[in-house]
């Protein structure tokens, strides 16, 4: 039994920060950030109120590589343009001491060595906090701004990406935990060449043999997270993760992919318990129902439909705002989400304009309009009927719907008994009840039995 699942289940919850709040109408509300311009004491409050909620960790996201096309229509777009996210996360590591905190690096503009030296660099300066988010997309704007001329498949970028962890794991697994702790100033001795554990890979994307000039990290491994809906991409997560950012805004759906991502883990010898599926969670919290509601069509009534109409990758602006989804080939980049918001469309006869509002709008994520208790049922109801292990929040409105949930939301699920009080440990790690790997763990798991039968949904 891991530690884990011997400890009374916990909730986990972390916050995807971004600067206006992730509303499309967000930075037009009294009370958002008043501009774009990369501003690092806003961030820092915002990763110190998460903190002061106790959550376990603050996610950031990247949206590499603009198109220098991307441009049409640019003068009325909220645009995610900010700080480098491991960047961003190494300076807030000091003015935060607990809370966890996950960068995104997408695995197709970088080198296993470089990224691993940088990932274990942060663990040491945040003191095991740092989290990898790993990202395989490759949308045109991103090839194009690194002059990618041959894209490749969905399929080969996620076996690219698999090559690219395995490799980083191995790296962080260059040095014994305290080969550096041992130095013998009498003999001269500054090190055991025992400690030592050089990397020789062959692959078919890269061809290593080094040993990785920084210590392993706090954390043994960063904590792995992904957000991957595709079949390819909940497997590679049934591998992998150790967080996954789920999507569902039905409760059945959640229940189907917690079952099924979890129920693939056992054929890579891993235990359930060891990856936490965390659907997003976009809210409105008023004292009242209504005040709550009238909060978030405040939002929705400041959405510009004018110009550019993008969903999901898939520019419908040349199509009736309120006639229906057209049929549209399916993406190379986020098919998961794709099938997710053409099966909404199909089955509730949304219009594009209701589509944007219902799914583009949050990104297929549930979205709870109510009082704090409201919120706090549905997160408890789906934390014990087996569709979730925890919350990745959505805030729609920065800085104010994260310090409402913080004031009002939090306590609630506290006195529920269902979310700390206090951090009980000091790693991210710690925070989600991870195990910490140990050296050569990267290594092939042997075959297994098929994976147990998890409940059943309905």
């Not at 600067?19 to 967000?26: L, M, T, Y």
């Not at 962080?172 to 003999?187: C, K, P």
């Not at 709870?368 to 919350?391: H, K, L, R, S, Y």
């Amino acid at each position: 039994m891991t530690g884990a699942a011997s400890a009374k289940r916990q909730l986990a919850l972390g916050v995807f920060l971004t600067r206006h709040g992730h509303h499309p109408g967000a930075w037009r509300q009294p009370g958002s950030a008043r501009s774009g311009r990369p501003d690092f004491a806003y961030w820092a409050e915002l990763v110190k109120t998460a903190e002061r909620g106790k959550f376990d960790v603050a996610f950031f996201a990247d949206f590499v590589g603009q198109n220098g096309d991307s441009t049409k229509g640019i003068e009325r777009r909220h645009a995610f343009l900010d700080f480098e996210p491991l960047t961003l996360t190494a300076a807030l590591a000091a003015v935060t001491s607990r809370i966890g905190l996950v960068a995104t690096v997408n695995t197709n503009f970088d080198q296993p060595y470089s990224l691993a030296r940088r990932f274990a660099s942060v663990d040491h300066i945040s003191k095991g906090r740092i989290g990898w988010n790993i990202v395989s997309s490759l949308a045109d704007g991103a090839a194009k701004s690194f002059g990618v001329e041959q894209p490749l498949s969905h399929a080969d970028r996620y076996e690219r990406a698999a090559e690219f962890v395995d490799i980083t794991r191995r790296l962080w697994d260059s040095w014994e935990d305290d080969a550096f702790e041992h130095a013998d100033r009498d003999s001269g001795i500054y090190l055991d060449a025992n400690d030592v554990h050089p990397v020789h890979h062959d692959g078919r994307y890269f061809h290593l043999d080094t040993v990785l000039d920084t210590a392993r990290p706090v954390q043994g491994h960063p904590v792995f997270a992904q957000a991957g809906n595709s079949e390819v991409g909940r497997d590679f997560a049934a591998k992998y993760a150790e967080m996954i950012y789920a999507a569902a805004q039905f409760i059945g759906d959640a229940q189907r992919f917690y079952a099924d991502v979890k129920g693939r883990m056992a054929k890579y010898g891993r235990d359930p318990d060891t990856l936490k599926v965390m659907p997003g969670l976009s809210f409105a919290i008023g004292q009242s129902r209504q005040e709550a509601q009238d909060k978030f069509g405040a939002l929705e009534d400041a959405v510009d439909f004018s110009g550019e109409l993008n969903l999901m990758g898939q520019d419908v602006s040349g199509y009736p705002l309120d006639g229906p989804l057209p049929d549209l080939p399916e993406p190379e980049n986020g098919k998961g989400r794709w099938r997710q918001l053409t099966e909404l469309a199909r089955r509730e006869n949304l219009t594009i304009r209701q589509l944007f509002l219902r799914f583009n709008a949050v990104r297929g994520h549930r979205v709870v309009i109510g009082t704090p208790n409201d919120v706090a049922d549905q997160i408890q109801d789906w934390f014990e009927c087996g569709a979730a292990d925890g919350f990745n929040l959505i805030p729609p409105l920065m800085p104010s719907s994260l310090t409402e949930f913080v004031d009002l939301v939090v306590p609630e699920l506290q006195r529920r008994g269902l979310f700390r009080t206090d951090y009980e440990g000091t790693t991210l790690r710690e925070h989600l009840g991870l195990p910490r790997p140990r050296i050569g763990a990267a290594e092939p798991a042997p075959a297994v039995a098929e994976p147990r039968i998890l409940a059943p949904v309905s």
